[in-house]
Protein backbone atom coordinates (compact mmCIF):
# COMPACT_ATOMS: atom_id res chain seq x y z
CA UNK A 1 0.00 0.00 0.00
CA UNK A 2 1.52 3.29 -0.84
CA UNK A 3 1.82 5.42 2.03
CA UNK A 4 0.65 8.57 0.86
CA UNK A 5 -3.09 6.65 0.02
CA UNK A 6 -3.59 4.87 3.73
CA UNK A 7 -6.87 6.32 4.79
CA UNK A 8 -6.32 9.47 7.26
CA UNK A 9 -8.32 6.92 10.34
CA UNK A 10 -9.98 3.94 10.04
CA UNK A 11 -13.57 5.48 10.16
CA UNK A 12 -12.89 6.34 6.47
CA UNK A 13 -13.26 2.59 5.59
CA UNK A 14 -16.13 2.26 7.89
CA UNK A 15 -18.22 5.02 6.31
CA UNK A 16 -16.91 3.86 2.76
CA UNK A 17 -18.38 0.18 3.77
CA UNK A 18 -22.04 1.86 4.63
CA UNK A 19 -22.19 4.29 2.41
CA UNK A 20 -21.00 1.67 -0.52
CA UNK A 21 -22.94 -1.19 0.72
CA UNK A 22 -22.72 -2.76 -2.67
CA UNK A 23 -19.34 -5.73 -2.31
CA UNK A 24 -18.09 -7.77 -4.51
CA UNK A 25 -17.99 -11.13 -2.41
CA UNK A 26 -14.94 -13.40 -3.56
CA UNK A 27 -14.03 -16.86 -2.90
CA UNK A 28 -11.77 -19.47 -4.42
CA UNK A 29 -12.99 -22.20 -6.34
CA UNK A 30 -13.22 -25.73 -5.60
CA UNK A 31 -11.35 -28.58 -7.85
CA UNK A 32 -8.98 -25.70 -9.49
CA UNK A 33 -12.06 -23.82 -10.96
CA UNK A 34 -12.01 -20.62 -11.25
CA UNK A 35 -12.66 -18.02 -8.21
CA UNK A 36 -16.32 -17.40 -7.39
CA UNK A 37 -17.58 -13.49 -7.26
CA UNK A 38 -20.72 -12.38 -6.68
CA UNK A 39 -22.12 -8.61 -6.24
CA UNK A 40 -24.14 -8.54 -2.72
CA UNK A 41 -25.05 -5.99 -0.31
CA UNK A 42 -23.32 -6.33 3.13
CA UNK A 43 -24.01 -4.31 6.22
CA UNK A 44 -22.71 -4.49 9.45
CA UNK A 45 -24.29 -6.67 12.10
CA UNK A 46 -26.35 -4.68 14.25
CA UNK A 47 -26.15 -7.32 17.04
CA UNK A 48 -22.97 -6.74 17.40
CA UNK A 49 -22.47 -3.05 16.58
CA UNK A 50 -25.01 -0.92 18.68
CA UNK A 51 -23.43 2.29 17.64
CA UNK A 52 -20.72 2.49 14.72
CA UNK A 53 -17.79 0.94 15.18
CA UNK A 54 -14.55 3.40 14.75
CA UNK A 55 -12.78 0.64 13.11
CA UNK A 56 -13.58 -2.67 11.06
CA UNK A 57 -11.36 -5.28 12.55
CA UNK A 58 -13.16 -7.73 14.87
CA UNK A 59 -16.93 -6.68 13.64
CA UNK A 60 -19.07 -9.14 11.73
CA UNK A 61 -21.10 -8.40 7.98
CA UNK A 62 -24.33 -9.87 7.47
CA UNK A 63 -25.12 -11.14 3.74
CA UNK A 64 -27.39 -13.04 1.49
CA UNK A 65 -27.52 -14.14 -1.65
CA UNK A 66 -30.17 -16.70 -4.29
CA UNK A 67 -29.34 -20.33 -2.98
CA UNK A 68 -29.39 -21.14 -6.69
CA UNK A 69 -26.19 -19.36 -7.42
CA UNK A 70 -23.48 -21.80 -7.70
CA UNK A 71 -21.46 -19.88 -5.21
CA UNK A 72 -23.37 -20.71 -1.97
CA UNK A 73 -23.14 -24.34 -2.59
CA UNK A 74 -19.56 -23.45 -2.82
CA UNK A 75 -19.77 -21.25 0.69
CA UNK A 76 -18.22 -23.54 3.24
CA UNK A 77 -17.97 -22.59 7.35
CA UNK A 78 -14.97 -21.02 8.28
CA UNK A 79 -13.73 -20.75 4.62
CA UNK A 80 -11.83 -17.10 4.24
CA UNK A 81 -13.16 -14.89 1.61
CA UNK A 82 -12.39 -11.15 0.62
CA UNK A 83 -15.32 -8.75 -0.34
CA UNK A 84 -14.32 -5.54 -2.11
CA UNK A 85 -16.31 -2.64 -1.57
CA UNK A 86 -15.96 0.48 -4.36
CA UNK A 87 -16.75 4.10 -3.33
CA UNK A 88 -15.76 7.06 -5.36
CA UNK A 89 -13.51 6.90 -8.32
CA UNK A 90 -13.06 9.54 -11.04
CA UNK A 91 -10.64 10.01 -14.12
CA UNK A 92 -7.96 12.28 -13.96
CA UNK A 93 -6.94 13.95 -17.41
CA UNK A 94 -3.73 15.48 -17.95
CA UNK A 95 -5.19 18.26 -18.68
CA UNK A 96 -6.23 19.26 -15.27
CA UNK A 97 -2.30 19.26 -14.02
CA UNK A 98 -1.71 22.32 -16.47
CA UNK A 99 1.82 21.46 -16.77
CA UNK A 100 4.13 18.76 -19.22
CA UNK A 101 5.06 16.16 -18.88
CA UNK A 102 2.22 14.12 -17.10
CA UNK A 103 0.48 11.36 -16.95
CA UNK A 104 -3.31 10.14 -16.69
CA UNK A 105 -4.42 8.22 -13.99
CA UNK A 106 -7.62 7.27 -11.79
CA UNK A 107 -8.53 8.52 -8.34
CA UNK A 108 -10.26 6.18 -6.66
CA UNK A 109 -11.69 4.50 -3.27
CA UNK A 110 -11.80 1.16 -1.99
CA UNK A 111 -12.20 -1.23 1.07
CA UNK A 112 -10.85 -4.77 1.18
CA UNK A 113 -12.03 -6.68 3.79
CA UNK A 114 -10.71 -10.11 4.60
CA UNK A 115 -12.83 -12.86 6.68
CA UNK A 116 -13.66 -15.87 7.98
CA UNK A 117 -17.65 -16.38 6.36
CA UNK A 118 -20.16 -19.28 7.95
CA UNK A 119 -23.76 -20.15 6.40
CA UNK A 120 -26.52 -20.02 7.98
CA UNK A 121 -28.92 -22.37 6.87
CA UNK A 122 -32.47 -21.28 5.88
CA UNK A 123 -33.96 -25.05 6.71
CA UNK A 124 -32.82 -25.22 10.11
CA UNK A 125 -32.92 -22.05 10.85
CA UNK A 126 -35.13 -20.01 8.46
CA UNK A 127 -36.23 -17.22 11.32
CA UNK A 128 -32.51 -16.00 11.33
CA UNK A 129 -32.03 -15.89 7.26
CA UNK A 130 -35.39 -13.39 7.87
CA UNK A 131 -33.80 -11.84 10.43
CA UNK A 132 -30.62 -11.39 8.26
CA UNK A 133 -33.19 -9.87 5.31
CA UNK A 134 -35.09 -7.51 7.80
CA UNK A 135 -31.92 -6.24 9.04
CA UNK A 136 -30.81 -5.35 5.54
CA UNK A 137 -34.07 -3.72 4.70
CA UNK A 138 -34.17 -1.78 8.24
CA UNK A 139 -30.19 -0.32 7.20
CA UNK A 140 -31.19 0.75 3.85
CA UNK A 141 -34.73 2.45 3.86
CA UNK A 142 -32.80 4.59 6.71
CA UNK A 143 -29.87 5.43 4.92
CA UNK A 144 -30.87 5.39 1.52
CA UNK A 145 -34.64 5.12 1.17
CA UNK A 146 -37.99 6.18 2.74
CA UNK A 147 -37.82 4.46 5.62
CA UNK A 148 -40.51 1.83 4.09
CA UNK A 149 -42.45 0.07 6.47
CA UNK A 150 -42.10 -3.70 5.89
CA UNK A 151 -44.17 -4.86 8.69
CA UNK A 152 -47.04 -5.69 5.63
CA UNK A 153 -44.49 -8.14 3.84
CA UNK A 154 -42.61 -9.86 6.32
CA UNK A 155 -45.28 -12.62 5.48
CA UNK A 156 -44.38 -12.29 1.63
CA UNK A 157 -40.64 -12.84 3.10
CA UNK A 158 -41.04 -15.79 4.69
CA UNK A 159 -42.54 -17.24 1.67
CA UNK A 160 -39.33 -16.62 -0.82
CA UNK A 161 -36.74 -17.03 2.42
CA UNK A 162 -36.29 -20.34 1.48
CA UNK A 163 -34.35 -19.40 -1.89
CA UNK A 164 -32.32 -16.82 0.21
CA UNK A 165 -29.02 -18.21 1.76
CA UNK A 166 -27.71 -15.89 4.47
CA UNK A 167 -24.27 -15.34 6.09
CA UNK A 168 -22.01 -13.72 8.94
CA UNK A 169 -18.14 -12.54 7.93
CA UNK A 170 -16.08 -12.24 11.14
CA UNK A 171 -13.78 -9.61 10.10
CA UNK A 172 -9.84 -10.90 10.06
CA UNK A 173 -7.91 -8.09 8.30
CA UNK A 174 -9.15 -4.36 6.55
CA UNK A 175 -6.43 -3.15 4.00
CA UNK A 176 -8.18 0.34 2.57
CA UNK A 177 -6.97 2.72 -0.35
CA UNK A 178 -7.98 6.20 -0.83
CA UNK A 179 -6.06 7.33 -3.71
CA UNK A 180 -6.85 10.63 -4.12
CA UNK A 181 -4.05 12.85 -5.70
CA UNK A 182 -1.87 12.83 -2.45
CA UNK A 183 0.71 12.67 -4.58
CA UNK A 184 1.01 15.55 -6.18
CA UNK A 185 2.16 18.91 -4.52
CA UNK A 186 -0.44 20.81 -3.25
CA UNK A 187 -1.39 23.33 -6.40
CA UNK A 188 -1.88 20.14 -8.28
CA UNK A 189 -4.24 18.69 -5.97
CA UNK A 190 -6.16 21.58 -5.33
CA UNK A 191 -5.95 21.83 -9.15
CA UNK A 192 -7.92 18.52 -9.66
CA UNK A 193 -10.40 18.90 -6.60
CA UNK A 194 -11.81 22.21 -7.78
CA UNK A 195 -12.19 20.55 -11.07
CA UNK A 196 -14.00 17.78 -10.14
CA UNK A 197 -16.10 20.15 -7.60
CA UNK A 198 -17.07 22.16 -10.43
CA UNK A 199 -17.98 18.70 -12.78
CA UNK A 200 -21.99 17.71 -14.08
CA UNK A 201 -20.86 14.11 -12.74
CA UNK A 202 -21.77 13.03 -9.12
CA UNK A 203 -18.92 10.80 -8.91
CA UNK A 204 -16.39 13.21 -9.63
CA UNK A 205 -17.89 16.01 -6.96
CA UNK A 206 -18.26 12.84 -4.43
CA UNK A 207 -14.48 12.68 -5.31
CA UNK A 208 -14.01 16.29 -4.95
CA UNK A 209 -15.82 16.04 -1.25
CA UNK A 210 -13.48 13.21 0.03
CA UNK A 211 -10.58 14.83 -1.80
CA UNK A 212 -11.17 18.34 0.37
CA UNK A 213 -11.31 16.28 3.94
CA UNK A 214 -7.87 15.02 3.18
CA UNK A 215 -4.95 16.42 5.52
CA UNK A 216 -2.40 17.84 2.75
CA UNK A 217 0.25 15.50 1.90
CA UNK A 218 3.30 16.54 0.17
CA UNK A 219 4.38 14.06 -2.27
CA UNK A 220 7.20 13.34 -5.14
CA UNK A 221 5.13 13.48 -7.83
CA UNK A 222 6.67 10.15 -8.99
CA UNK A 223 3.97 7.48 -10.00
CA UNK A 224 3.26 5.52 -7.40
CA UNK A 225 0.64 3.20 -9.47
CA UNK A 226 -2.99 3.55 -9.76
Same mark, same amino acid.
Given at each position: ?25 ? =?????? &??? !???HLPLILDPETTEHTPADLTDTTL????? +? ?23 ? %? ?11 ? =? ?7 ? $?????? *? &? ?9 ? %???? =???? !??? +?????? &?MSSSVDYFRQIVSAVGAFRIEVA ?16 ? &? ?12 ? $? ?8 ? *? ?12
Amino acid at each position: MPGPYREPDASWAVDLVRSCPLAVLM =TNGSNN &DVP !FATHLPLILDPETTEHTPADLTDTTLLGHMN +RANPHWRSLEDGMRVLAVFTGAHAY %VSPTVYAKTPAAP =TWNFTSVHV $HGVLSR *L &DPEAAAERTLG %VVQS =TVRA !FEA +RFGDNW &DMSSSVDYFRQIVSAVGAFRIEVARVDSMFKLSQEQNPEIS &DRVQQTFARSSCTR $HRDVAELMSR *LPQVVGTEESTGA
